[in-house]
């Protein structure tokens, strides 16, 4: 088992402010997966802090996730037993009034690596206790584009929420292993074209595939997209023609699609 807590967190533009929050509104009690690629870590990380000003937040992976910086000012609680997790993290949100940002996970698979809790963890967590639940349900290399492996997401069994994750910087490069995570395996799979320029509409097909990072969304699941890297106003064409196409897709319900820049404190929103 694991306890610890990461101090010394300086604040930066957007403290105190609920920027992110307006914009994803979503109704608590909520269980967001984060899917796909171009800033997950980035928009929990925000997310969190903005949360944490009003209630505890509880961010978990069910895939595997670095370490959080210290700076990040984290109680980070880890154990292989998922009783004794739960029962740490109810002591835990009981005990601290001020910083209420959790991030809870299995014990190291490596000394870089925490391992990610079972899909139905935080349904052993009480609602009221824990009225925001942020998991990373997969992971992307820092990329901004990607199609997932057999195995991968792997969503919470209680989430009511899908945030599938896309980086602007993706759009008008030629499609290959510099622009799509799992390359290989997917143009072989999808037959996808090897140096077509990534528009939009591409993108968001992508995004969007039946087997894409959103294949295990379920019904009654809401979707709210969010693009990344769009840091300055100029770029905000580019990402509603991306949302935009978004929302026009065939394959999805979405009403809602979140654009901005988690560096640069931006975000905004389009619907249906």
Same mark, same amino acid.
């Given at each position: ?26 109704? %608590?009690? =909520?269980?967001?997966?984060? *899917?796909?690629?171009? +800033?997950?870590?980035? $928009?929990?990380?925000? @997310?969190?802090? !903005? ?104 969503? %919470?069994? =209680?989430?009511?929420?899908? *945030?599938?994750?896309? +980086?602007?910087?993706? $759009?008008?490069?030629? @499609?290959?292993? !510099? ?94």
């Amino acid at each position: 088992m694991f306890f610890g807590f990461l101090s010394g967190f300086e604040t930066g533009p957007g403290k105190g402010t609920d920027l992110f929050t307006e914009q994803f509104d979503f109704s %608590l009690p =909520a269980r967001v997966d984060f *899917v796909g690629a171009g +800033g997950k870590t980035g $928009l929990i990380l925000r @997310l969190l802090e !903005e949360y944490s000003q009003a209630m505890p937040v509880l961010y978990t992976t069910t895939t595997r996730i670095h370490p959080p910086h210290p700076l990040d000012g984290l109680v980070i609680i880890s154990s292989d037993n998922e009783e004794y997790l739960v029962r740490l993290l109810e002591r835990a949100v009981s005990a601290w009034s001020h910083g209420r940002r959790f991030v809870a996970t299995h014990l190291e698979s490596s000394p870089n690596l925490l391992r990610g809790v079972a899909p139905d963890f935080v349904e052993r967590l009480d609602c009221v206790r824990f009225p925001v639940i942020l998991n990373e349900a997969d992971g992307a290399r820092s990329m901004s584009l990607k199609m997932p492996r057999d195995g991968e997401p792997v969503l %919470l069994t =209680a989430s009511n929420y899908l *945030v599938p994750v896309i +980086g602007l910087d993706c $759009l008008n490069k030629p @499609l290959g292993p !510099e622009t799509l995570f799992r390359w290989d395996m997917a143009s072989h799979r999808y037959r996808l074209p090897a140096g077509e320029f990534v528009s939009p509409e591409l993108a968001a097909a992508l995004l969007l595939h039946p087997h894409g990072v959103c294949k295990d969304w379920r019904p009654g699941m809401r979707i709210v997209p969010y693009i990344n890297k769009a840091d300055v106003e100029a770029e905000d064409a580019l990402a509603g023609s991306l949302a935009r196409a978004v929302l026009r897709n065939g394959n999805l319900p979405i009403e809602r699609v979140v654009y901005g820049s988690i560096h640069s404190q931006r975000a905004s929103h389009i619907c249906a």
